[in-house]
């Protein structure tokens, strides 16, 4: 079924009888559930508010992230969050979509500077499993209304709702950036260096140890600032650096974003978010290649197929997400502790009491 507007969308919701697995471009698949009518959401596209001076912008759920990365690029742009794009990891095909992107809260590099995909969302309109339309937030952020439920979408993979549109506030494209490259580290030397740049007045936006165990820094910014920034941040770390300018350094983070390094090898692919202090104890628990973003604190693991990545660490203060492989028998999201299940239950018990949507997806 492929709704072509939000009454549409609302009436399909309503009339349902079984369950419906809710798709957006189908290219962020975390093992959804493989029962229920496929509901696909890219009928419903299109930008309907672009306002460029107030850094905001409204789009239908369906529309296509790369439409939206395109009219933004006109005009020096961009969303803040720096979203995943997953194709390349989890083998998918199609194009990401706006709905798809705020329903898994995609969220890149530089998240650790300007938070994730639900801290730019500023307003939602979605349909719940009632087939009811509902509208949280605004178009604008002294406007906003309900942000506590626009943040509750973000990452709800369609759980709650159907989301038929979303609001963003944006942020300008620097002029430059540039990447700083260290030799091998530890984990241990890494989350030190990663911890430090973070903290040093040289505005840091990404921090990352690449597969192969390098720390990787980037600052963006007018280029005079950049010509100062980088030397002045190497000499505040020591150690030897390479930077790299212009299209190698936006190369180096598509790669980052990506988890490319994992795209086509052989195994499970696991995603673990804990305080980075925590990352490198966890780390040499792995025994397989890692790669670490958001100043440690996001770590992806290729493991040997059929791995329990949660059962090798135990318990952590975070969460373990299997994001390819595994079978059935291991839940894609970390289970929630007895006190917050109970409100996850509760609140899907509001906004989706016939359980149609996506069931069975959160546990």
Avoid at 60 to 74: C, F, Q, R
Avoid at 295 to 309: R, Y
Wanted: charged share 20%; with cysteine; glycine share 12%.
């Amino acid at each position: 079924m492929r709704p072509a507007s939000e009454t549409e969308l609302s009436e399909i919701v309503r009339a349902a009888s079984g369950p419906l697995r809710i798709r957006g471009g189908g290219t962020r698949s975390l093992g959804a559930p493989s029962v229920g009518t496929v509901l696909e959401t890219g009928g419903l596209a299109g930008i309907s508010l672009y306002e460029p001076g107030a850094l905001t912008l409204v789009a239908a759920s369906g529309t296509p992230l790369a439409e939206v990365k395109a009219a933004l690029a006109a005009e020096n742009q961009r969303l803040p969050f720096e979203p995943m794009d997953m194709r390349a990891l989890l083998g998918t095909e199609g194009e990401p979509t706006i709905g798809g992107m705020v329903a898994a809260n995609a969220s890149g590099p530089r998240r650790v500077i300007v938070g994730a995909c639900r801290d730019s969302l500023i307003g939602v309109r979605f349909v719940d499993g009632q087939g009811r339309v509902v509208k949280n937030g605004g178009r604008v952020m002294k406007n906003v209304t309900g942000y506590d439920l626009v943040k509750l979408m973000a990452g709800s993979w369609g759980t709650l709702g159907v989301l038929s549109e979303c609001s963003f506030k944006l942020l300008p494209v620097p002029e430059t950036h540039a990447t700083l490259v260290s030799d091998v580290m530890t984990p241990e030397a890494a989350v030190r260096v990663m911890s430090a740049a973070l903290g040093t007045p040289y505005e840091v936006n990404a921090a990352a140890r690449d597969i192969s165990g390098r720390v990787c820094l980037r600052i963006e910014g007018f280029a005079e600032q950049i010509t100062y920034r980088k030397t002045a941040l190497a000499e505040a770390l020591g150690g030897d650096w390479e930077v790299l300018d212009g299209a190698k350094s936006t190369a180096f983070w598509r790669d980052i974003r990506d988890v490319t390094a994992f795209a086509g090898q052989s195994g499970d692919v696991w995603r673990v978010s804990v305080k980075p202090s925590d990352a490198p104890a966890l780390v040499a628990k792995i025994s397989a290649p890692v790669q670490m973003d958001w100043g440690g604190g996001l770590i992806w693991a290729l493991v040997p197929e059929g791995t329990d990545l949660r059962a090798q660490l135990g318990p952590i203060a975070g969460h373990a997400t299997r994001v390819r492989g595994g079978g059935a028998d291991i839940p894609v999201f970390q289970p929630e502790p007895a006190p917050i299940a109970a409100l996850a239950q509760g609140l899907r018990a509001k906004f989706d009491p016939r359980g149609m949507l996506n069931p069975g997806l959160m546990g």
